[in-house]
């Protein structure tokens, strides 16, 4: 059995601006973790999380799906858990745009319980990118 995790956020941004904070590895090493993220389809990449005493705190990665500045989709790989994370953008004009995340194979309720808090503290950090 898997598991998926859907989100849904909404920014007073632009559609470009929010694209650019999910897309530049700079700026996803302020929300996310540092890493070596291009946004070219099959480009395989890390995000280097704090490690700690149960986790070497490495997500592997590789780029699924780039239409910017729509839709970005990659590969979310940590030990035998394997998932596919895709972003959604949908600009809803005057200033908003709404993010949908979907985070697919998740193995367990414990995995997914885990994914929703991960994802929940990094859109609050997100949202501290768009205002810069």
Do not use: C
């Not at 998926?4 to 530049?24: G, I, R, Y």
């Not at 070219?40 to 490495?58: K, L, T």
């Not at 699924?64 to 839709?71: G, I, K, N, Q, S």
């Amino acid at each position: 059995m898997s598991f998926s995790l859907n989100m849904d956020f909404q920014f007073e941004t632009t559609v470009e601006k929010l694209w650019s904070a999910l897309t530049d590895s700079r700026k996803l090493a302020k929300w996310i973790a540092d890493n070596d993220f291009k946004p070219v389809v099959g480009h395989r990449f890390q995000f280097r999380h704090q490690p700690n005493e149960y986790w070497d705190g490495i997500v592997d990665s590789e780029v699924l799906a780039v239409e910017a500045p729509h839709r970005l989709s990659f590969s979310w790989v940590v030990g035998e858990e394997r998932h596919t994370v895709t972003l959604t953008l949908d600009d809803l004009g005057n200033g908003k745009v709404h993010l949908r995340l979907e985070q697919t194979g998740l193995s367990n309720k414990a995995a997914l319980a885990g994914a929703q808090y991960g994802w929940k503290a990094w859109v609050e950090k997100l949202e501290q990118v768009l205002a810069e």
